[in-house]
């Protein structure tokens, strides 16, 4: 396992920007710490928003976290074709009432890593009865192409070596773990089933062993 002693520079992390973000949630007005981040490569871009609770007895050592894969049809558009917008509303609302809370939003994960273009390309071939595994192979794409190294370089830049993490997906944990991260505990983000993006979950649970 990877020391969690690292720094800034020996991880080629630029800190770019950082200031207090004014949200609209669910009716209520709430104020975070808002980071921008940079990887070596500049199209490796990251926003994380921190919440701490300022009343809480004591601080919370240990974050809830949601490390969020960008999702343009998802998160902006509210596509019913996946789950990435309800997961990132109920990863919000309990990171938001908890009393330390972080998300870790990368935008440049779309599709899995493949990009957008490519992702529309498998949205396609899902059209003409292809799941989400076999579409990303009939267009020669990974069927997973995302990493975590960014995003656990930010955590231990934040000072979160150990995390409660917000996600249905073992490879992640996995993936966080092995660059030296502790996930203490895996918190699923079951959200409710369409018509529409059914067979993308059962597909997620049976051939990527999701816990749905």
């Known amino acids: 396992m990877k020391s969690n002693a690292v720094t800034s520079v020996e991880l080629d992390l630029d800190w770019t920007a950082q200031t207090i973000l004014p949200l609209e949630f669910q009716g209520r007005e709430l104020q975070v710490e808002a980071r921008a981040y940079q990887g ?10 921190v919440h701490r609770d300022k009343d809480a007895k004591e601080p919370a050592k240990v974050p809830m976290v949601r ?3 960008g999702c343009v049809t998802g998160d902006i558009f509210h596509s019913l074709r996946c789950d990435c917008y309800p997961q990132l509303q109920a990863a919000m609302d309990l990171i938001l009432s908890s009393p330390l809370g972080v ?6 994960q779309e599709g ?3 990009g957008l273009v490519n992702k529309i390309r498998a949205y396609a071939l899902q059209d003409q009865g292809y799941d989400t595994v076999d579409a990303n192979v009939a ?3 990974p069927i997973e192409a995302r990493d975590y190294d960014l995003a656990a370089h930010i955590l231990f830049d934040l000072g979160f070596p150990e995390i409660k ?7 992640k944990v996995e993936a966080l ?3 030296g991260v ?3 505990e895996q918190i699923p983000l079951i959200v409710k089933a369409s018509p529409y993006n059914q067979r993308y979950l059962n597909t997620k649970k049976q051939r990527m062993a999701h816990k749905l």
């Open 103 to 108: 998300l870790v939003y990368l935008p440049y």
């Open 139 to 141: 267009i020669g794409a």
């Open 40 to 49: 070596s490569d500049p199209a490796f871009q990251a926003l994380v928003l």
């Open 67 to 69: 490390v969020h894969s």
């Open 165 to 171: 993490l917000l996600t249905n997906n073992p490879a």
């Open 182 to 184: 502790d996930v203490l």
């Open 112 to 114: 899995r890593g493949i």
């Open 177 to 179: 773990t092995e660059e």
